[in-house]
């Protein structure tokens, strides 16, 4: 079948690939709708040293499973699949399980191919208020979420996100529901369809003076080496800098600051699908401007070039299967 | 007056020093006993920009005041003064007030001299089962009761502590009496009763492959540029990493990890005296084994020599009107 395989060296479209083995409990899928984020550009340099399928987000159907009632289901899934065995997983972190894989970063081939698997119980169905424009969504939307389960935010709260790409803007999307006021700093101002309370900043301003400490909670969603700083920086005493992106330069900033501010420093990775599907099957929660382009499988490799390329947005790929 | 000031290129002992003057709502406080600490140290290199009086960790007894029923009293203090007027200071958070001095540290004179000041509401009376070589740890103490406000650990959970210096050592004794199990990683091991439920190992073991992520909790208390690396290292996923201390160099290292296991990095600095002073009066509660030697106030110089010497625990001085 076809596929977006990275080698350990390069990345590139391959047609000979075998179609996956569904092992026991598992589903195969077919994907309708895939998207590419910053972890995929990041693992086609070679980031976590995957070698396979890349991609893990996705909208699909199952097409293959023991339990009939899954077949044919319009699907969603969690990209970690947890041993099952362990106290991680018996405490429902399969996340954090250290034996699992996860879909198209580690020991899993991914969704940008004909065909892939996943454990039925990493599934959840798409309702159909939620189109697959919106459905594709549903994974980096739930690592949003993710921050409203670590931190408590409310409707007193000012929130500063840093990046206005992919994932900042959907973070923005999620703190907006939540925090009173949330401001965005970004390189690009004025793409997508911005909530009533959230208000656009150039990326410089973050460094301003005036806004010294000017936030209770500050999410770093850029993966720019210099943005653990200017999160320390606008982050009040006893606030809360999350860290979204897992940024490859080593940072390099003296730490007294978050001593003597008693700041804290959470990393945030996958979230919950529910709250995620939720939201996208809300006419008001618009993800649709955040859509770049859309590129068929077959022209997979070029949408992972497309998505490579400075100040673009969600870059989806159709899937089916190829004849 | 004698006093040890930094004058921003050295520090050394001074006698021409002007007794200090006591604004409103202020006790002048003679220091009974004083301890150093490696802010001290820091300071006396240049950290903060501090120019003035030493130390900021004493019992003392209060000789001017305005209200008349503290005249006499045996007393420790909170070391942040804040402006009192600030939304921070009316959250009781003065330890955070953006104006606020801070004894020996930040705009006010420290202790290390025959006389110093402080805001009443600083103070808290020692009780006579507290003797002064006890007492004068107040401050340090609080600042390991600090973590325990800050995480919340119970008797299942095994915490690591990095470093088994003079506050590694007071947050040890703080975390064995609330988590199941402690270990510390040290430099130097033997030093100091250790409660029964503490076990020393070599600094070097804490890097070991079987200790990757074995603790819920990790402390850094060594201010070693090195060690949130290896703190990075020993905590489990979805753990958290407490800095206790101001390192002065900047830490260089990447952050995937942070994120792929969700670690909560915060600072903690200054605690509740209260629970401290309580812990000081139980005989169970041993620091006498930390106190390295005492100096006269006329030779604190050579205190803060001895006490940045390599391993050396606690230092202390001597108070009391020099004629």
Chains 1, 2 share one sequence.
């Not at 995929?40 to 909208?59: P, Q, S, T």
């Not at 199952?62 to 099952?84: T, Y």
């Not at 169905?125 to 949003?144: W, Y």
């Not at 945030?268 to 529910?274: D, E, H, L, N, V």
Request: aromatic share 4%.
């Amino acid at each position: 079948m076809l596929g977006l395989v990275h080698d350990g060296n390069s990345t590139r479209l391959r047609r000979d690939l075998p179609r996956p083995a569904r092992a026991a409990g598992e589903a195969t899928i077919r994907p309708r709708l895939a998207g590419i984020c910053n972890t995929d550009l990041e693992i086609a340099r070679g980031y976590m040293g995957f070698r396979g399928v890349l991609g893990h987000e996705f909208v699909g159907e199952v097409i293959a499973c023991d339990d009939a009632a899954w077949l044919g289901a319009r699907v969603v899934g969690g990209i970690n699949c947890g041993c099952g065995h362990c106290s991680r997983c018996a405490r429902g972190e399969q996340n954090h399980c250290g034996a699992r894989s996860v879909l198209g970063i580690l020991g899993r081939d991914g969704v940008l191919a004909e065909e892939f698997t996943l454990p039925l119980r990493n599934l959840l169905r798409v309702p159909d208020s939620v189109p697959d424009r919106a459905a594709v969504f549903t994974e980096p939307l739930a690592a949003a979420f993710r921050i409203v389960e670590q931190v408590a935010i409310g409707s007193g709260d000012s929130v500063a996100v840093l990046g206005g790409g992919k994932l900042g803007s959907l973070c923005v999307r999620v703190l907006a529901r939540i925090a009173g006021r949330v401001a965005v700093f970004t390189r690009r101002r004025g793409r997508g369809v911005l909530p009533p309370n959230v208000s656009e900043y150039p990326a410089e301003d973050a460094a301003a003076a005036q806004n010294r400490g000017a936030f209770r909670v500050v999410v770093e969603a850029t993966g720019n080496e210099a943005a653990l700083a200017t999160a320390l920086h606008l982050v009040e005493p006893r606030g809360v800098v999350v860290l979204k992106t897992t940024c490859q330069p080593p940072h390099s900033l003296g730490l007294a600051p978050v001593v003597i501010d008693e700041v804290t420093i959470i990393g945030s990775r996958c979230g919950p699908f529910a709250p995620a599907l939720a939201a996208l099957g809300d006419r008001h929660f618009e993800v649709d401007s955040l859509i770049d382009s859309t590129f068929p499988l077959e022209r997979c490799d070029e949408a992972l070039v497309r998505a490579g390329e400075r100040g673009v947005l969600k870059v989806l790929v159709e899937g089916g299967r190829i004849p």
